[in-house]
T-cell receptor, first 110, second 113 residues
Framework: SQTIHQWPATLVQPVGSPLSLECTVE??????LYWYRQAAGRGLQLLFY??????ISSEVPQNLSASRPQDRQFILSSKKLLLSDSGFYLC?????????FGPGTRLTVT | QKEVEQNSGPLSVPEGAIASLNCTYS??????FFWYRQYSGKSPELIMF????GDKEDGRFTAQLNKASQYVSLLIRDSQPSDSATYLC?????????????FGKGTLLTVNP
């Protein structure tokens, strides 16, 4: 069976600091991978998706970036965090149309 | 223009009742429709998806799709307190690729014992 991991589970970072969130998937190969953000009072917003190693598509212009250095690894980064980056960051994977979410990282920017 | 709309709730039903959750979408070419359940502080879990007009049943859950009315619903029969959660509707929009999902903001359901 497939399993998706995210870490860290929670993170508190000051404004202007860098960010690195990691997501890995087990039990499948060449999945589509996605990063979403869920901010307070807002719906799930797709940030990035990837169909393969090194292939990243951005949905929303912002100070975040994503990378996929390995088939089942997806990383979300920022060089300088903003207060507005606070939220619940969710990684998801899919092979067909159904998407399955990881446990998420709750980020608070102070 | 909002693409996927849900009543934010809260929707409150007694234990054992049928809970009816509704979702409308703006793009007629939308292709697939998903229902996720999200407990407070947790990530969304996929309940079911539907892409053909009509009903699709899975245990206590039934998804109903009416493309002419641009309407999708989720019925939960014999509601239990453990069903208390936020229910998210998501659609794949026309012109999208790689199954990108657009989500509504969710409806909070409370099932009272």
């Amino acid at each position: 069976s497939q399993t998706i991991h995210q870490w860290p589970a929670t993170l508190v970072q000051p404004v202007g600091s860098p960010l690195s969130l990691e997501c890995t998937v087990e039990g499948t190969s060449n999945p589509n991978l996605y990063w979403y953000r869920q901010a307070a009072g807002r719906g799930l917003q797709l940030l990035f998706y990837s169909v393969g190693i090194g292939q990243i598509s951005s949905e929303v212009p912002q100070n975040l970036s994503a990378s996929r250095p390995q088939d089942r690894q997806f990383i979300l980064s920022s060089k300088k965090l903003l207060l507005s980056d606070s939220g619940f960051y969710l990684c998801a994977w899919s092979k067909t149309i159904e998407q399955y979410f990881g446990p998420g990282t709750r980020l608070t920017v102070t | 223009q909002k693409e996927v709309e849900q009543n934010s709730g809260p929707l409150s039903v007694p234990e054992g009742a049928i809970a009816s959750l509704n979702c409308t979408y703006s793009d007629r070419g939308s292709q697939s429709f998903f229902w996720y359940r999200q407990y407070s502080g947790k990530s969304p879990e996929l309940i079911m998806f539907i892409y053909s007009n009509g009903d699709k049943e899975d245990g206590r859950f039934t998804a109903q799709l009416n493309k002419a009315s641009q309407y999708v619903s989720l019925l939960i029969r014999d509601s239990q307190p453990s069903d208390s959660a936020t229910y998210l509707c998501a659609v794949t929009l026309p012109g999208g690729s790689n199954y990108k999902l657009t989500f509504g903001k969710g409806t909070l359901l409370t099932v009272n014992p």
